[in-house]
């Protein structure tokens, strides 16, 4: 006859005379070592993916294990399928990331969700599984009135009535490690409490935790890298809302009739004090288009005419370049500048009426001459310009025409006046003798 197995858990059961020589192997085998799998053994889930547990009878299999431990590092939630029978299993859900995973009977079943960092204990009821312990991570929670450092797993209630403390985080914390610390007695508004981060970062800060809102509770987990901060407002009966403290009020809705507000815009100041609705008033999107952004130097009207130009539309200004489309008079006189060429550089952009006493061989250069399809025009006064000759080549790649084609001959000890234009950006110049050997 074949041994046969329980149905739950998988074990053999001799059948009386099968095993002759052979019963100290099943038993060791298919017993006592598959037992204590049972009762203290671990099966540990790494990759990331749904998973139903191996159910081998009278060998080692993943569903007779007596602790499920998930580590795995990911975000979407995963299921764990194990088989539809009476069975209690210790759930770690020691995930590196932020997925929760539903342990669920073949069928499946609707399961339990454990999230991430949380510890509980399910059981089968005939129908499904429940959590039957554990829950909130398996936290277990004592009362402090002075410094203290916390485990993991442990809620620490604090009556910082009799003045400020601290309760320290656990030293070298583990994946899904979590402490919850809970405002007992509303005096966190008074004497804040200080969480000390006891070596590791809280939210990814190297700075220990002030909890000053009365009535609060925090949690704090684990994640590998750092303490994360999840925080809860009247979570044990303490009020959210103080009678002196500036606070922030979301989704409330207030009585105005049955309450006293100040700074309140009454009903019946619309019209009288205060202007009524008119559609065309100015709305934010105005601004910086049909309407001036506001400005502390904006102009008002004491400045025009005194600080501040009239507004004309023909007004010329003096730093852009200006078209005009009717015939300017400039005055009586129009002055031009004169300007001493101080090395050999005829720089267009400080006039155009130069002058340049020849001291050696000279070749001139030119700057900031206009682009193609604008003139450009000087005259220069040269004095002793054959003595030795000055060289009229201007820059490279330029040439200086004359009239018929013949440069003029300059004078050795005397005064020459010239004048020189071009049109195609200083590539031709053309030259013009206004004056020989002057006196």
Known sequence: MTTGNTTLLGLALP???????????????????????????????????????????????????????????????????????????????????????????????????????ERTIVAWTGSDFESVGGGAGGI??????????????????????????????????????????????GSWGTNNLTVGRNGSTISGSATDLTCDIEGASVQLVYDGTTWNVFAQVGGNGGAAVTLDGVQTLTNKTIDYASNTLTGVLPTSAIGVTVQ????????????????????????????IGSTVQAYDADTTKNDIANTFTA??????????????????????????????????????????????????AFVLELANGASPAVTFTFNAGSTVTWSAATAPTLT????????????????????????????
């Open 15 to 117: 059948v009386e005379g099968e095993l002759d020589g052979a019963w100290g192997d099943i038993v060791n085998d298919s017993i006592t070592s598959l037992l204590d799998s049972a009762i203290a053994g671990t099966t540990t889930l790494s990759v990331d993916s749904d998973v139903t547990l191996s159910t081998t009878s009278l060998a080692a299999n993943e569903a007779r294990q007596a602790v499920i431990r998930w580590n795995a590092n990911g975000t979407v939630t995963r299921n764990i399928t194990v088989p539809a029978q009476s069975k209690t299993y210790v759930i770690i859900n020691d995930t590196a990331g932020t997925q929760d995973i539903v342990i669920r009977g073949a069928g499946p079943t609707t399961g339990v969700t454990v999230a991430a960092g």
């Open 327 to 376: 015939t300017q008079t400039f005055g009586t006189s129009v002055v031009e500048t004169k300007v001493a060429i101080a090395a050999a550089e005829i720089d267009l952009a400080l006039g155009n009426y130069f002058t340049k006493s020849s001291v050696g061989t000279l070749t001139l250069t030119l700057t900031n001459e206009a682009a193609t399809g604008s003139v450009s």
């Open 140 to 185: 277990a929670y004592v009362y402090q009135t002075t410094n203290y450092t916390a485990s993991s797993a442990e809620g620490v209630l604090t009556n910082t009535s009799g003045g400020v403390f601290t309760v320290t985080l656990p030293a070298a914390p583990s994946v899904g490690d979590q402490v919850v610390v809970a405002d007992s007695a």
């Open 276 to 303: 009524a609705y008119d559609a065309t008033l100015l709305n934010d999107a105005d601004i910086g288009v049909t309407v001036q952004g506001y400005d502390a130097t904006i102009v008002v009207d004491a400045d």
């Open 412 to 439: 050795a000890s005397g005064t020459d006046v010239l004048a020189f234009f071009t049109h195609d950006g200083g590539t031709t110049w053309r030259g013009f003798v206004l004056g020989l050997g002057m006196a």
